[in-house]
């Protein structure tokens, strides 16, 4: 399989004309770069370039090559650019039951800095305990349903959906 990294090597030495100033531009030694590309000529089954003692030709089918690769490393870009969004947008449920007082007075300040912090976005809905209880046990871990955990236990922890 064609790797990305040995496509881009292979534009730069077309790009600058040598496997030393590819290898410069890229932060590799020109053995690293040498190496890279005769990889690719393995994988691909053609010769890339026409190498005597003081240069290197590219040939038809590296030409050929970069063209194409010029468009498949842009899709590979945004690729990684949409696989990235996708992963900040990642959607969390967090579920906290309260009393309506500590609910009105301190949850908002502690509910602030969560979202400033992990940036997540939280929907707040006060209700009164026997609603809460039914409500968390009936939608949370399948284990903790029909029981209460003690307070401050571990028995019920947040899932991510």
Not at 72 to 82: C, E, G, T, Y
Not at 121 to 137: K, Y
């Amino acid at each position: 399989m064609l790797k990305p990294e040995h496509l881009r090597t292979l534009q730069e030495v077309v790009r600058r004309g040598s496997f030393a100033a590819a290898a410069n531009r890229l932060g590799y030694t020109a053995s690293a770069v040498s190496q890279q590309i005769a990889a690719l000529e393995r994988e691909t089954g053609v010769r890339l370039f026409q190498r005597t003692a003081r240069s290197v030709v590219p040939t038809e089918a590296a030409e050929v090559m970069v063209r194409h690769s010029d468009a498949v490393l842009s899709q590979i870009d945004r690729l990684v650019v949409a696989v990235a969004d996708v992963g900040r947008h990642t959607h969390r449920d967090v579920r906290i039951g309260v009393f309506p007082s500590p609910g009105t007075h301190v949850l908002p300040a502690v509910l602030a800095r969560l979202t400033e912090e992990q940036r997540l976005a939280m929907r707040v809905e006060l209700a009164e305990p026997s609603h809460l209880i039914r409500e968390l046990g009936s939608a949370g871990d399948p284990g903790c349903r029909d029981r209460l955990p003690r307070w401050g236990s571990r028995a019920c922890r947040g899932r991510q959906r």
